[in-house]
């Protein structure tokens, strides 16, 4: 059978890993969430800046077009499809200067003029895919414009490619018409692109169309596509994984954005919760041992020591120790059942001296003197007959008070020297006092003040005497 040291030391290891997995696990648990959001908005702001950067480009190209559809030259290129205009603008290295792929010439009846393509990763022909110029051509909205509309850009999908776009009406530099047609810039979105877009945003970028057979990350796009932010957040294998649907130039979630990057918030903070933890269970333990020590020292060597106590008595009073298994505590019955004896005794003998106090107590009540007994601190216990009759007060309304209930009719100086001399110095103080009754009337009187002291001259009670002399 286990004894009382070890059952202590056991119930201390259990209650004390039992609370500290559960407070681990609360901080884990409170902690993990508040870095996910802080995680979560860390990606949504990741998402933003690469829409930003996208939506930069997208401008960029939208005023340098400006330039080309707001020049006279191409006004007139409109009118008579000169040679020379397209010698001098539309070759290789103005595509490659102005930094787009595709340039595109549609008249106002939806007739394509002119278009050229220079793109290193396209077929070997300098004419645009026939489904992009399908979206420039007859009554395209891309197309129309108006006096709120002067400009139609944005990111263009098809199954297999995506574009940057944007178009404008072509007219004289002067900003006036007629229109004479549209021009049509666009720059593919391919590898390389998403390259520079994770170079400039210094995380992995991945841009592709949504919606079409065949796209990847349809299941996270998805789900995704049914929040009002079109976002969608993942953390896999310490990587944070965000996707957003954009819209594309006509308005529809057809592009898919996906950006990767290490989930420095989680690592970071998981680590400091491991480290965390790590100082906790050291001073846990150290506490543990600290307290173990204490109890052993002030609680489990004392009841050990009672306890061989109770296995002598138990050995004297039977000749042999109880049969079966008996616990520490078992072996201090014998002990207590001796100490409710002695006690019996001391109550028996108590109540011979509270016969005798009693016989005291009415000792004093006869007496004509007004007399009390207070404890140090001055609360009244104990008050005569003569005290109510001088006082005016009940031994209800004396009894827990201080004298200061008739008193506090003298100098402050008169009180100063009564307390050091009862209190300070342990002697009998003398004097005349004046009083005060219930009834307002003051009165003088002789007092005589005694403490009462213990075998360590440690005051144990104040006996007051009073002798009414007159009225004051």
Request: charged share 20%; hydrophobic share 40%; proline share 3%.
């Amino acid at each position: 059978m286990l004894s009382l040291r070890k059952k202590t030391y056991l119930i201390i290891l259990f209650a004390t890993g039992i609370f500290l997995l559960c407070v681990c696990g609360v901080i884990w648990q409170t902690t993990d969430s508040s870095l996910k959001i802080f995680q979560y908005e860390s990606a949504e702001e990741q998402l933003a800046l690469v829409e930003r950067i996208l939506g930069r480009e997208i401008e960029n190209m939208s005023r340098t077009q400006a330039d080309w559809a707001h020049w006279d030259d191409t006004y007139v290129f409109m009118s008579d499809r000169n040679e020379a205009y397209i010698d001098s603008n539309l070759n290789d290295e103005s595509l490659a200067l102005i930094g787009v792929h595709i340039m595109a010439f549609v008249d106002n009846a939806g007739d394509v003029v002119f278009a050229k393509q220079v793109y290193g990763g396209a077929p070997e022909t300098d004419s645009p895919p026939v489904q992009f110029m399908k979206h420039f051509q007859g009554e395209s909205e891309l197309l129309r414009f108006d006096d709120s509309i002067s400009v139609r850009h944005g990111i263009l999908t098809l199954p297999d490619s995506m574009f940057l776009v944007s178009s404008q009406p072509i007219l004289m530099s002067d900003g006036k018409g007629p229109r004479r047609g549209t021009l049509v810039f666009a720059r593919y979105v391919d590898q390389q692109y998403a390259d520079m877009l994770s170079t400039l945003a210094g995380i992995s970028v991945r841009i592709a169309p949504y919606g079409f057979a065949g796209s990847s990350d349809s299941e996270s796009l998805a789900v995704a596509s049914q929040s009002d932010s079109r976002t969608m957040i993942e953390y896999v294998s310490g990587q944070t994984i965000g996707w957003r649907l954009l819209e594309n130039v006509f308005g529809n979630p057809s592009v898919s954005l996906r950006i990767e990057y290490p989930s420095n918030i989680l690592i970071r903070g998981h680590h400091f919760l491991l480290k965390g933890f790590a100082y906790l269970f050291v001073a846990m333990v150290s506490y543990v041992g600290v307290l173990i020590v204490l109890i052993d020292y002030f609680l489990l060597q004392r009841i050990e020591h009672m306890r061989r106590i109770a296995r002598q008595v138990s050995v004297l009073q039977s000749g042999g120790l109880p049969e079966g298994d008996i616990d520490d505590f078992s072996y201090l019955a014998t002990v207590m059942m001796e100490a409710i004896k002695k006690i019996q005794e001391s109550n028996d003998l108590a109540i011979g001296s509270r016969n005798e106090l009693e016989k005291f107590q009415i000792a004093l009540d006869q007496s004509f003197d007004h007399m009390i007994i207070t404890d140090p601190e001055g609360k009244i216990l104990y008050a005569n007959v003569a005290a109510e009759q001088l006082t005016g007060y009940s031994r209800k309304e004396i009894i827990g008070e201080t004298p200061g209930l008739w008193g506090r009719q003298m100098p402050g100086e008169f009180y100063r020297q009564f307390w050091d001399t009862i209190r300070l110095h342990k002697q009998v103080f003398e004097g005349e006092i004046v009083n005060k009754g219930k009834s307002g009337a003051r009165y003088r009187a002789l007092i005589r003040v005694a403490p009462i002291l213990d075998d360590h001259r440690r005051v144990l009670y104040f006996i007051g005497v009073e002798r009414y002399i007159g009225k004051a």
